[in-house]
């Protein structure tokens, strides 16, 4: 099962196909409360069949987005398309999406099972069928020992897997969730993650997704939009958003980053040179930039991508500096290194514990030599 | 550790509840008075009931009373709710602070100017005085107390709640029976129940409104206690009393049941995980 979705995932790459068409766009959407501006001439692409994350921190109006799918919202300029078609003036409940609730909004005066069907009903689906659907998503959620409880009568995270049920109960074209598994445990969260991603396959939906968390986002989704003040900063699949960011933003909000500036003092096809005076280092890479020589850039590296040795590299080479251990952070699985250079900046890298160390080949105010290969990072001009 | 009751604590409650039932308590007795006079104790005797049985003009009044009371809250009920709504929901509309300080005039209104300005209204208009005037002006004083009842209400509902129903399908108007109703229930019954106990003791309006052949129990009573009171009056209240007793013993057992079956079904499902 896994290994099958897997296979059709990796294979999943509509935005990279001219032909195909979009399902969700936002066409210059802005979105104004009063004079506050929450979404700002934003335009984005969600394919059929996606699972699309939106990421970004609290009050950059990811909600807000989902609202406007939903319909409770109307953007007040731009349009937002589903399927080609122009959603304004079409009410909430003609719309063939379901969405998930921030605050769970159950229905406190239903029974969990009433609350489940409550969509189904709406369409006069058969008493059966409502039934057989209500006992599939009860499973799903492994809520069936709480069918006919009320929801103040439930613990948050049992809350929150009503609310994923009843948003699910329709198996709407298009589900909206936001943040839809803040509530629960890790273990559960990340079986439910992969229920999602199984669900979403199974049945071919497409599902937007606002989470906090960005490993669930990499988990999960096909592509990831980075969000800020109202503006994507980048759209891309996980990994792409992990190793090329775009800009110090997306590089610095995702995961951890060491970030160096420089100049570029030399730029070929396939090849640029930045120096750092700051740090004293030179930084060489494989990789053709949008900068000319002379431009101001910022080099990025992920801190599991630099090596730390007592070594010193031959005399002049490229891509390395030297510092003293300032910290060593001790996690289980990895140990962070804080080095702190000459120039008073500090670099961290990530060693994995692969033996169980007790004494530390390097430790406390150690010197040491941080190196990394040439296409270990990526040049961000913003 | 279980608290003894002080002295101090029996009096002030004993004192407090005397305060409260001694009045009443007294008209429950005396209803029961063999003796004409209202003062004097002549025996236990239940001929007062049986001879307001015949006493027409008095079951009339209580039967008016009671007619008024439920049509006038019941109408209240429904136009001060959709105030409410309109008040909550409907953010700045034009004219918004004049109908919400029209809304609340009647609270603070004198009854002796709300009953005459009404009457100049229904002469003005040319109305027949009587029944449904009582009622028409028993609606305006009611609707604004559950308004407000049913205002507060409002203002604390979660809105996302009808915006997860509209999201699966459920137009606005069921939403509004099927969710925003059942929720704020409990605030329209107790706005209904404040509008009929209005209506139910007023006075000075329903003088003022009424017209020739509809005369309200308060009336009556006031009228004849004018020529002393008579132990068919205290009969009357006895059995109004009676039916307010058990009207709130009977809500408050169905409350009390419902809390039982509630954590039953709590036991249950604790049970079996
Ligand atoms: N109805 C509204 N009136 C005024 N401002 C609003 C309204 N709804 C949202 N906003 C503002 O718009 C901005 C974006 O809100 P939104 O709820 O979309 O944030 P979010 O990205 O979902 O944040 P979080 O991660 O905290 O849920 C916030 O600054 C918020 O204060
Ligand atoms: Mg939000």
Redesign the pocket.
């Known amino acids: 099962m896994v290994a099958a979705v897997g296979s059709v995932r990796r294979s999943f790459a509509p935005w990279n196909d001219p032909a195909s068409k979009p399902f969700i766009e936002f066409r210059g959407v802005t979105k104004r409360?009063?004079d506050?501006v929450?979404v700002d001439d934003l335009s984005l692409v969600i394919y059929e069949r996606e699972f699309f994350a939106l990421l970004?921190p609290?009050?950059?109006?990811?909600?807000?987005?989902m609202r406007m799918v939903a319909g409770f919202e109307e953007p007040t300029e731009g349009a937002v398309l589903l399927d080609g078609q122009d959603l304004a003036g079409v009410p909430p409940y003609r719309r063939p999406t379901n969405m998930m609730f921030?605050s769970y909004a159950l229905f406190p005066h239903m029974s969990v099972e009433q609350n489940i069907a409550f969509g189904l009903r709406q369409d006069r689906t058969p008493k059966g069928e409502i039934a057989e659907r209500v006992e599939e998503m009860l499973n799903l959620v492994k809520l069936k020992p709480f069918a006919r409880r009320k929801p103040h009568q439930l613990s948050g995270g049992q809350r929150q897997r009503v609310a994923l049920a009843r948003s699910l109960a329709k198996k709407p074209k298009v589900l909206l969730l936001?943040?839809p598994l803040g509530a629960l445990d890790k273990k559960l969260r990340e079986e439910t993650q992969f229920e999602l991603i199984d669900l979403q396959q199974k049945l071919g939906l497409t599902f937007l997704i606002?989470t906090?968390d960005q490993e669930e986002a990499m988990t999960v989704a096909d592509r990831i939009a980075v969000m800020n003040h109202g503006k994507v900063i980048q759209v891309a699949t996980p990994a792409e958003i992990y190793e090329q960011p775009n800009s110090r933003y997306v590089a610095d909000f995702i995961g951890n980053v060491n970030l160096i500036q420089g100049r570029v003092s030399a730029s070929a096809t396939g090849a640029t040179r930045i120096e750092a005076p700051g740090t004293g280092a030179v930084i060489e890479l494989d990789q053709a930039i949008d900068a000319k020589v002379g431009d101001q850039v910022w080099f990025a590296i992920r801190p599991e991508k630099v090596r730390i040795s007592l070594d010193a590299p031959l005399p002049g080479s490229p891509n390395a500096l030297s510092g003293e251990v300032w910290d060593i952070g001790y996690l289980g699985d990895v140990s962070i290194y804080h080095v702190r250079l000459a120039s008073g900046a500090t670099v961290t890298a990530t060693v994995t514990n692969q033996s169980r160390v007790v004494e530390r080949p390097i430790t406390w105010e150690d010197k040491v030599w941080l190196t990394w290969s040439r296409n270990g990072g990526v040049v961000l001009a913003k | 550790m279980e608290r003894r009751a002080s002295w101090f604590n029996v009096t002030s409650v004993t004192l407090g509840l005397a305060f409260l039932y001694l009045p009443i308590v007294l008209v429950v007795i005396f209803s029961f008075n063999a003796s004409r006079l209202v003062t004097v104790w002549g025996g236990f005797s239940t001929k007062w009931y049986a001879s307001l049985l015949e006493n027409d003009a008095l079951l009339d009044a209580a039967w008016v009373t009671l007619r008024v009371a439920l049509i006038s809250a019941t109408v209240a009920t429904v136009l001060g709710t959709l105030a409410a709504i309109a008040l909550v929901r409907y953010g700045s509309f034009r004219g918004r602070t004049l109908f919400s300080g029209m809304i609340y005039a009647p609270l603070v209104m004198p009854d002796v100017i709300t009953g005459l300005s009404l009457l100049l209204l229904f002469v003005a208009v040319g109305i027949d005085r009587g029944f449904w005037t009582i009622v028409l002006a028993h609606v305006t004083l009611a609707m604004c107390y559950v308004t407000v009842v049913v205002q507060s209400r409002l203002i604390t509902f979660d809105r996302s709640v009808e915006e997860a129903a509209l999201d699966l399908g459920c137009p606005p108007f069921k939403t509004f029976f099927v969710v925003t109703l059942p929720l704020i229930a409990p605030a329209v019954v107790a706005g209904w129940m404040l509008a009929f106990t209005l209506s139910l003791d007023d006075l000075v309006i329903a003088s003022f409104t009424t017209g020739p052949g509809a005369t309200t129990l308060p009336m009556k009573i006031y009228s004849q206690v004018r020529l002393g009171v008579t132990p068919e009056i205290n009969a009357i209240c006895t059995i109004l009393i009676g039916l307010v007793t058990v009207g709130v013993i009977g809500a408050s057992i169905f409350t009390k049941r419902r809390e039982v079956e509630r954590q039953r079904a709590e036991r249950l499902a604790a049970a079996n995980p």
């Not at chain 1, 950059?60 to 987005?65: F, M, R, V």
């Open positions: 409360f009063a506050f929450a970004g609290s009050g950059c109006g990811k909600t807000t987005l921030q936001d943040e606002v906090h």
